[in-house]
């Protein structure tokens, strides 16, 4: 998965990308925001190279939250 330089090649990280991306499209099509999207919340398994999303602690479905930007307060300003 990883370079001799320790680091990982753009093809996979692209691809990593596009099943975070992925993910994200089938949450927002059951109309729930995860909120809290961050490097250490996307698991990788080594195996079947397969993206995992977790921490869904603070989730919420569209039609409870106010507004889009008390949603945007909640996330971490190092994120954004």
Do not use: R, W
């Amino acid at each position: 998965m990883f370079c001799a330089d320790g680091k990982m090649p753009l093809a996979h990280a692209v691809g990593m990308a596009l099943q975070v991306v992925s993910a994200l499209e089938e949450l927002h099509g059951h109309n729930i925001m995860h909120l809290s999207l961050k490097p250490s919340n996307i698991l990788m398994d080594s195996v079947q190279q397969e993206v995992v999303l977790s921490d869904f602690g603070t989730c919420h479905e569209l039609q409870t939250l106010p507004n889009m930007a008390s949603a945007a307060l909640s996330v971490p300003i190092q994120y954004m």
